[in-house]
């Protein structure tokens, strides 16, 4: 923990002095400029915000720290046997801005095992619940029950120097990614497999384990959440799950709390909870059509019924990317490799082939391609999870990784409370007559 703790906190102040020179010199320069209808559509296209773990090309899609999916899947070490990168690596990677060796991502595996210690009372927390209750609510109330072993909330009510605040938030950090895989676990046997739960393997790797707890032995579906738990651990800064977890740690809530306000946005239906409704339409169509793999003719017409039903195709469209995600590529790649004739994930394929130019042909939609909630659970079905109400938990897990690695950067780079400025349409229709100009500072 100690090298991992040292060699970020180098980073971060050659980061930091590298940012005071820029300010000093360009903290004048214009980096864009807004127009009226950015502010009441979603700031979309405005640059707001400085995240250092990875950026998204809107053509290219995600690279984190200049690395592409396909680069991570040659460069990163791998599990002894296995093909798909450890998402150890890519931590690294994002917390410390170089590719980790072996050793590096072995240590990581190591601390996060030692770091994994679930206190009863979360399990109590998440028993209190009734059964029924979502798997992303449970998930949430977990991370907040968690809270109880904050540090950074322990060491600020005692009076920390700010200078600290970045080393409380990584060991919060640390506990709270090593800690999370058993939590939704947990979850997981709870809801769907009567409680029925499974010890940690302290032999296996982070994405190993995980699968392991869950109750998923194939050495294929420990392949497929080592990619899964790589591809979905971050997508730049400004997403849902990634701004809130920044938005709300500006205020100096701790990671617990930073992190649960992240999920809360992970489970909406146009971010995160996107996965599960994509495969509970492919269902629903299948039932309907009472066919396993539909033809093109027939997934055409049900696009268009959900369409004309004022519902969203769900795994299409993005806010940025204008291009087929990478991550629904690298998911196809895995699909192609491990189970080419499953009927699902080849209704995916179809899905794929048929819907952009439907959507396309709408004129109003900006990117008619798959994103990566499109494939996801066609692949986890293969393997035996059917119950789409957790994909989710899967996706929040990962999403860990990406996160509290920023937020570790936030606290390292002095970040201060986020307050972008407000305005009334009011004002604006004064505005618009000339008669008021004043719009902040
Ligand atoms: N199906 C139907 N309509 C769509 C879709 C879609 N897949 N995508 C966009 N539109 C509509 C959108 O609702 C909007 O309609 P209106 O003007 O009537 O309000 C119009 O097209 C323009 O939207 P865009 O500017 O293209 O997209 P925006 O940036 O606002 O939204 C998403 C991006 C991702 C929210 C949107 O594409 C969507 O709702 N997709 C389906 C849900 C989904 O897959 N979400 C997962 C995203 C990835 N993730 O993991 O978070
Ligand atoms: C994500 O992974 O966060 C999604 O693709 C949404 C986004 O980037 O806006």
């Known amino acids: 923990m100690g090298i991992l703790k040292d060699r970020f906190k180098g980073k971060a102040d050659q980061t930091a002095a590298e940012i005071k020179d820029i300010l000093k010199e360009h903290g004048n320069k214009k980096i864009g400029e807004v127009i009226l209808s950015q502010i009441y559509q979603g700031m979309r296209g405005m640059t707001g915000l400085v995240t250092e773990t990875s950026l998204l090309d809107p053509q290219e899609g995600i690279r ?16 002894k046997g296995g093909d ?9 990677l994002m917390l410390i801005g170089e590719l980790p060796s072996e050793e590096d991502a072995s240590h990581i595996t190591s601390v996060w095992q030692r ?18 209750t979502h798997p992303m609510t449970q998930f949430v109330i977990a991370v907040m029950a968690l809270q109880t072993e904050s540090q950074f909330a322990k060491r600020y009510a005692a009076g920390m120097n700010k200078k600290d605040y970045w080393d409380a938030a990584f ?8 800690r999370l895989p058993r939590v939704a676990a947990y979850i997981y046997r709870r809801k769907y497999k009567f409680g029925d739960h499974i010890q940690p393997n302290g032999l296996l790797d982070w994405a190993g384990n995980f699968a392991h707890m ?3 032995e194939d050495d294929g579906f420990k392949e497929l959440m080592r990619l899964y738990m790589t591809i979905h651990a971050d997508h730049e800064g400004g997403n849902v799950s990634a701004h809130a977890t920044h938005l709300v740690g500006s205020a100096l809530s701790d990671p617990y709390q930073s992190f649960a306000a992240g999920m809360n946005g992970l489970s909406g239906p146009l971010h995160g909870l996107a996965n599960q409704e994509v495969i509970k339409w492919i269902f629903e169509m299948r039932e309907e059509l009472g066919v396993e793999l539909p033809s093109t003719e027939q997934i055409a017409a049900y696009v268009k019924k959900t369409l004309s039903e004022g519902k969203v195709v769900p795994g299409y469209g993005h806010a940025v990317l204008r291009k087929t995600d990478p991550r629904f590529s690298a998911q196809m790649e895995f699909g192609k490799k491990h189970m080419p004739g499953d009927p699902l994930v080849n209704t ?6 048929t819907v952009p130019p439907i959507l396309q042909s709408m004129g109003k939609i900006k990117n008619p ?21 957790f994909y989710t938990v899967l996706f929040g897990v990962s999403r860990s990784l990406g996160v509290l690695a920023s937020l570790c950067w936030d606290r390292a780079l002095g970040m201060p409370i986020e307050r ?3 305005v009334t349409t009011e004002q604006v229709k004064k505005w618009l007559k000339g008669q008021d100009e004043i719009w902040g500072e």
């Open 420 to 422: 972008p400025k407000s």
């Open 369 to 389: 391609w798959p994103n990566v909630d499109a494939h996801s659970g066609a692949l986890l079905v293969h393997y035996g999870m059917v119950e789409y109400d």
């Open 214 to 216: 869950l109750g998923y």
């Open 84 to 92: 798909e990168p450890l998402p150890e690596g890519l931590f690294y």
């Open 171 to 178: 060991d919060d950090s640390m506990d709270l990614i090593a």
């Open 348 to 353: 995916v394929w179809r899905i794929y082939e």
């Open 115 to 132: 770091r994994s210690h679930v206190p009863n009372h979360v399990f109590a927390a998440i028993e209190a619940l009734p059964i029924g």
């Open 64 to 79: 984190f720290r200049g690395y592409s999916i396909p680069d991570l899947q040659q460069k990163l070490p791998k599990a």
